[in-house]
């Protein structure tokens, strides 16, 4: 379903299909990068961060100047260079190191286990949601976020009956 609804959807087919086919990574000229260009360099330049910092991270606040040092070594014409690395799993580890991104996942993997044992679909939905989103945007680095699974999972791992 997901890949006959991505056929269907204009702009799902121009991200998934047209895009990759005319997608050169890292390109020299900046006017050829594009938003699969784009995100492949800020997962390396996330990971390479990690590599630099790993055991405890750039500190809070940190991931903006560590990201931007990876990214002024591309040719990237007008792009602003304050974007986030577009992966939490990433982000987490760059800014508060292993430490935080065993805490992330530990947010993540008891309320999905307990999802499961209460069989709770509604919080495993939301949980399974979360760990998805965090693959490709850094969705816990805005208060919006934050908000939105910390009110669902509370409320959801507090609610006994479904």
């Not at 991505?6 to 900046?30: G, H, M, Q, W």
């Not at 809070?60 to 260079?81: M, P, V």
Request: with cysteine.
């Amino acid at each position: 379903l997901v890949f006959l609804a991505s056929l269907i959807s204009p702009v799902a087919k121009f991200r998934l299909y047209v895009e990759p086919s005319k997608t050169e990574f890292f390109p020299d000229n900046p006017d050829r990068w594009n938003s699969i260009s784009l995100r492949q360099m800020q997962w390396n330049s996330g990971i390479n961060g990690i590599k630099k910092y790993w055991p405890l991270g750039v500190g809070t606040g940190g991931t903006i100047s560590a990201l931007r040092q990876e990214y002024n070594k591309f040719n990237l014409g007008d792009f602003k260079r304050d974007y986030t690395s577009h992966n939490q799993y990433i982000e987490t580890s760059l800014e508060i190191g292993i430490a935080g991104l065993v805490v992330l996942l530990a947010c993540y993997f008891i309320p999905m286990r307990m999802a499961i044992l209460q069989r709770n679909k509604l919080l495993f939905s939301v949980i399974l949601i979360m760990i998805l989103t965090s693959f490709t945007t850094c969705i816990l680095e805005r208060s919006r976020g934050i908000i939105f699974y910390m009110s669902f999972a509370s409320v959801l791992m507090i609610k006994k009956d479904n």
